[in-house]
C-alpha cells in the first residue's frame, strides 16, 4: 500500500540539540499526525494537525501542516534522553462528505537516538 | 482510564495453522481499525469498522485475512493458513468519532509463523 515518504531514516544527536524530520506526499491529506513509538509498545500520538498551515506545539514538540497539505514536519527542541524511540507520521483523507476518513497512511519512521 | 488492550501480547505459531487476535477497544470508542507493522516498517492498514456501517477491508492483503466485531466493541482478526510472510505486529486502535483522527493504539500482538 501507499506510504509517505519520512525523512531522515534515522538520527544520532547529542543531548540537547534541536531535531528535525519531516514528511511529504503525492497526494493531499485531510489531517496530518505525528505519533512516537517505543519498543514493544503501540504509536502514541504526539501531535494532530487539522489545516493547512497550521503550526502547533506540545511542550517541545512543534509541527506544521504544509500550505500544500502534501507534506509535515516535526521539530523537537533541546532534546533529552527520552526522546529516544522512532517517530511516524500518518495521514488522513477526506471522504466524499469532507470529514476526515479513518484510515490512516502511515510513513516509514525516523529512528531517533539521544546520545547523553 | 483503560487503553486499547490486545492479546495476545505473543503468538508463535506454525506454517499452515489459523490463529486468532483479539482487540479491546477503549470503552465508548464507535471506530476500531487493525494495522500490521513488519520489522523496520511504518504501519500498513487492514480494516476499519465504524460504528454498523460494512467494515472498509481495503486492506486486507489475501482472503486468508478476515476480522470481526461484536456487539460494536470487541474485534477479532482472524488469519487462516498462515505463512512466513505474515510474521508481524498486528496492532489495533480505536477512536471516539466518525473522523477518527486521534487513533488510540493498543501494544500490538507480535505473531511469528515458523
Known amino acids: 500500500g501507499q506510504q509517505l515518504n519520512q525523512s531522515p531514516q534515522s538520527m544520532f544527536i547529542q543531548e540537547g540539540e534541536d531535531v528535525s524530520m519531516n514528511c511529504t506526499s503525492s497526494?493531499?491529506?485531510?489531517?496530518w499526525l505525528w505519533y512516537k513509538q517505543d519498543p514493544g509498545e503501540g504509536p502514541v500520538l504526539l501531535i494532530a494537525l487539522y489545516k493547512a498551515g497550521e503550526l502547533t506545539s506540545n511542550g517541545r514538540l512543534t509541527a506544521q501542516f504544509g500550505i500544500t497539505r502534501k507534506d509535515s514536519f516535526l521539530n523537537i527542541s533541546a532534546s533529552i534522553p527520552s526522546d529516544v524511540g522512532i517517530y511516524f507520521c500518518?495521514?488522513?483523507?477526506?471522504?466524499?462528505?469532507?470529514?476526515?476518513?479513518?484510515?490512516?497512511?502511515f510513513g516509514q519512521g525516523t529512528i531517533l537516538t539521544v546520545h547523553p | 482510564g483503560a487503553g486499547v488492550s490486545q492479546s495476545p501480547s505473543n503468538k508463535v505459531t506454525e506454517k499452515g495453522k489459523d490463529v486468532e487476535l483479539r482487540c479491546d477497544p477503549i470503552s465508548g470508542h464507535t471506530a476500531l481499525y487493525w494495522y500490521r507493522q513488519s520489522l523496520g516498517q511504518g504501519l500498513e492498514f487492514l480494516i476499519y469498522f465504524q460504528g454498523n456501517s460494512a467494515p472498509d477491508k481495503s486492506g486486507l492483503p489475501s482472503d486468508r485475512f478476515s476480522a470481526e466485531r461484536t456487539g460494536g466493541s470487541v474485534s477479532t482478526l482472524t488469519i487462516q493458513r498462515t505463512q512466513q510472510e505474515d510474521s508481524a505486529v498486528y496492532l489495533c486502535?480505536?477512536?471516539?468519532?466518525?473522523?477518527?483522527?486521534?487513533?488510540?493504539f493498543g501494544p500490538g500482538t507480535r505473531l511469528t509463523v515458523t
Open positions: 497526494s493531499i491529506f485531510n489531517t
Open positions: 500518518a495521514g488522513q483523507r477526506a471522504n466524499a462528505g469532507g470529514t476526515s476518513y479513518g484510515k490512516l497512511t
Open positions: 486502535a480505536s477512536s471516539s468519532d466518525l473522523g477518527g483522527y486521534e487513533q488510540y
